[in-house]
């Protein structure tokens, strides 16, 4: 039927809805397709903990009967794609990484399934991810890490790992990933994909099982910038059921993607977020895709943010906070395990074994972290002056923004590290973040894109390119152009160089 | 200096409900004392007269119309509970002995 089958799964989000639209291809073929190369290779990459096999198979027929009875579909119907397991879907398990839910079927769908699914989306399963999201490299999952695709012994980042692994492997061609602190960016910088972190409040927290209630936001994986964009547009906009979820329209971020000219675009490069500490390859590459930045007609200048030293102390301190309080949820009581309640004990005991069994270490660790910094004696000094450094870091921001329309840095210090280096040092863990989370703690919108290989390692290095708050369309505007100088320089997206599985 | 000792974080996973073993007090005291003592340099920051930020984007108290709407389906809910009898949650009981 089709000329393009045998490489369905190499395909973009974008080709594959045209070619679905055109009827050279139907959404069961494409779906099976990838059902087929999840089989093949996630027994390697484990990006999945449940996959929707025969379900998948069920929408997308049903994607296919719409279409051939004449109706008209959405940009992404038929198009495959890997859910974070940190979001609910009615009816399937989402375990959040964590033995504490093992086993639980939400009774609900979180807004952003029920947008992908009134969108045709055809959703392949749920994802690996640290558990409750804490974490750099997936390794923090209970059901054991995520591979990256491109040298199985490192890590495809985190917490949104699986996501990221998933479309770089070719076992989907989108994915949802939710980030914190970078848990978008990272995975997308270190896996050689595109990640967008929109504006807090701009997509819909209900359902998303909260980690940090005022840095969380959910976001597109994809392997483009305009399939990154489609999806983003699918699941952005204002929802009555989050009341933190911003009542404006969405900025048209397809429109964006497709402009892609950036002459006259002011960009500002972050002074603190470079140099020492930053491995060199990443450095390099950054330093040249800045140059590609200049010769497209952006006008790049350098820009100052000094508390941005202080955004990884504040944020592990706000962080463990919000999560201690969002976490006590995971009682034992109605939903997810349950441990020791043998009629005699209390629940109290009863909510302390449940806790001590369903918990991994980093989750343990900073939910004491954070009961500490709320304690009374010790909340000033610790939770109120991180809520000041917070300010001071949205200042810095602002300041940055009036000589800039948009700033950029290194998405992450180091490309991807092996599996267990740093397993067992969280504040080695926590560095991998250091230049995304000062966009969390202000609210600002962020992409990762990928601009090459460092030289000393042949792994993908990643940039990051920063928004203000409800100007998410600048990200795809200057990643557009920056991808297609870059593609038309390699012949070929980074990600067709990874190694074959 | 220590920010923190082995009895506090005992004295930390009690309130958090965290049943922790020794051997995890032994390993979890050390790391939380290096954690916070990293976190600790935010007071190098001068902000005494700097407002708080709590959330990134200002909202005020937002409401929605007070029309009636279906909660989640019963027995959904029950399939998930650790433990439901006669149409309600089960529980352990919630007072100690003493």
């Avoid at chain 1, 395909?11 to 059902?35: K, N, P, Y």
């Avoid at chain 1, 949104?160 to 995975?187: H, K, N, V, Y």
């Avoid at chain 2, 007070?66 to 433990?83: E, I, K, Y």
Wanted: charged share 25%.
């Amino acid at each position: 039927m089709t000329t393009m089958e045998g490489d369905l799964t190499r395909q973009s989000a974008t080709v594959l809805a045209d070619a679905m639209a055109q009827g050279e291809v139907s959404a069961e073929e494409v779906t099976r397709a990838h059902l087929d190369r999840i089989s093949e290779v996630d027994g390697d990459v484990h990006a999945f903990l449940h996959v929707l096999s025969d379900e998948a198979v069920e929408v997308a027929r049903g994607v296919d009967r719409r279409r051939a009875a004449g109706e008209r579909l959405g940009p992404l119907a038929g198009v495959p794609l890997a859910l974070k397991d940190v979001l609910t879907m009615s009816g399937v398990p989402t375990t959040c990484g964590s033995r504490v839910l093992e086993g639980w079927r939400p009774p609900y769908d979180s807004t952003v399934v029920e947008r992908l699914r009134a969108a045709d989306v055809v959703i392949l399963g749920k994802t690996n991810m640290d558990e409750f999201a804490m974490g750099s490299s997936t390794e923090h999952s209970a059901y054991g890490p995520t591979r990256n695709p491109w040298d199985l012994e490192r890590i495809p980042g985190g917490s949104g790992g699986g996501s990221s692994a998933a479309i770089a492997a070719f076992e989907a061609p989108l994915a949802i990933g939710t980030d914190t602190g970078g848990s978008i960016r990272q995975p997308a910088a270190v896996t050689g994909t595109v990640g967008v972190k929109p504006t807090y409040g701009g997509v819909s927290r209900y359902g998303l099982v909260a980690l940090a209630s005022s840095l969380d936001q959910a976001g597109p994986c994809a392997r483009t910038v305009m399939d990154a964009a489609l999806l983003h547009a699918a699941i952005a906009g204002h929802d009555p059921r989050d009341s933190t979820s911003i009542d404006a329209p969405v900025p048209d971020v397809v429109a964006a993607a497709r402009k892609a000219d950036i002459r006259g675009v002011r960009i500002g490069l972050i002074k603190e977020l470079g140099g020492e500490g930053y491995q060199a390859g990443v450095s390099q590459r950054f330093d040249e895709a800045v140059e590609v930045l200049t010769d497209l007609g952006a006008e790049v200048v350098e820009v100052s943010c000094p508390n941005f030293e202080y955004a990884l102390a504040a944020y592990y301190l706000i962080l463990p906070s919000e999560a201690s309080s969002n976490l006590a949820r995971f009682d034992g009581m109605r939903y997810g395990l349950r441990v020791g309640d043998d009629g005699d004990r209390s629940v109290e005991q009863v909510m302390a074994l449940t806790r001590e069994a369903g918990f991994g270490a980093e989750v343990k660790r900073r939910i004491m972290i954070g009961t500490y910094a709320l304690s009374s004696g010790y909340y000033d000094a610790y939770y109120g002056q991180a809520q000041k450094v917070r300010t001071l870091i949205t200042r810095d921001f602002a300041a940055a923004f009036e000589q800039a329309d948009v700033l950029i840095s290194p998405t992450a210090p180091t490309t991807a590290f092996k599996i267990g280096e740093k397993v067992d040092d969280p504040l080695a863990m926590y560095l991998n973040d250091v230049a995304t989370i000062p966009v969390n703690l202000a609210g600002n919108a962020a992409m990762s894109l990928p601009v090459g290989l460092a030289p000393e390692d042949g792994l993908p290095v990643g940039m990051q390119v920063i928004a203000p708050a409800m100007a998410d369309d600048r990200l795809y505007l200057v990643g557009a152009a920056l991808e297609r100088a870059l593609v038309d320089r390699w012949g070929h997206l980074l990600i067709e160089e990874a190694p074959d599985l | 200096m220590t920010a923190i000792t082995r009895a506090e974080v005992e004295h930390l996973a009690r309130l958090a409900r965290l049943q922790l073993t020794d051997d995890e007090l032994d390993h979890y005291a050390g790391q939380l004392d290096v954690i916070l003592q990293s976190v600790a340099r935010v007071s190098e920051v001068a902000a005494e007269d700097i407002p708080p930020t709590s959330h990134p984007i200002p909202v005020q108290n937002v409401f929605r119309d007070d029309v009636a709407r279906p909660g989640l389906d019963r027995s959904a809910v029950a399939a998930g509970a650790p433990a439901w009898e006669d149409d309600r949650f089960r529980v352990p009981r919630i007072l100690d002995e003493e």
